[in-house]
């Protein structure tokens, strides 16, 4: 996946990548990396915090890793891939609501300077707030960012199509008005949208936001 986007920037285009777990992070941003030669911005939009390594996770699963991995932190074999150490700034990262993640994941954020904007301060000082802030911080590095959205950050009752859904998530209104003003940065560099799960969506609900998401945030002339 590394390979393929990497592939894919070197020839002008714009990286759309969908997939199921979260684990695919690891190959889309590193190969963004490669690129860019130097870490760069993420906004990483998920009910989780995937911040977990192998000493620290409670099931040993790779979907819970991902982020770590993407901040120099993990299994071996999965660092490195697009640069030599981090992939991604941690000073340009921000978690945008999440609100099921174990003290682990929290402790090694907040030690590497990632900025976490959960969803009790979602709801307090209101989305568009929360994503102005998220904004200015990824949109600032200087390599530029990406945006990873992971369904399960989304309401399940108006995204059932996720493997790992919890409940009181974002509207899908408020996440497409993200999109929108995030294809407006001119730094955007790829995007991508994970966890989609078709045996769990219900009358294609999920499918069809997954597709109004895409057409938000595509560049023009890209569409």
């Not at 390599?143 to 998530?169: H, N, Q, W, Y």
């Amino acid at each position: 996946l590394a390979d393929e986007v990497a592939l894919t920037l070197r020839a002008d285009e714009f990286p759309v990548v969908i997939g199921g777990d979260h684990s695919i992070a690891i190959g889309t941003w590193s190969g963004v990396a490669r690129v860019l030669g130097e870490p760069f911005g993420l906004l990483w939009i998920d009910a989780h915090l995937d911040s977990h390594t192998p000493e620290t996770s409670y099931s040993g699963a790779v979907h819970g890793m991902p982020l770590a991995c993407l901040l120099g932190r993990g299994d071996k074999r999965l660092l490195n891939i697009g640069l030599n150490g981090p992939q991604v700034s941690a000073a340009h990262t921000v978690i945008l609501g999440p609100r099921s993640y174990e003290p682990e994941e929290i402790e090694f954020l907040q030690r590497m300077g990632v900025r976490i904007i959960d969803s009790e301060e979602v709801q307090q000082r209101g989305f568009a707030t929360c994503l102005d802030e998220a904004i200015a911080i990824v949109a600032s590095a200087p390599a530029g960012f990406g945006v990873t959205l992971d369904l399960d950050a989304i309401d399940p009752r108006l995204a059932p199509g996720v493997g790992s859904p919890e409940p009181d998530g974002l509207v899908s209104y408020d996440v497409l008005t993200a999109m929108h003003w995030l294809a407006t940065q001119s730094g955007l560099k790829a995007l991508e949208i994970v966890e989609y799960n078709p045996d769990r969506d219900r009358h294609g609900v999920t499918a069809a936001l997954i597709s109004d998401l895409i057409e938000q945030i595509l560049p023009a002339g890209k569409k």
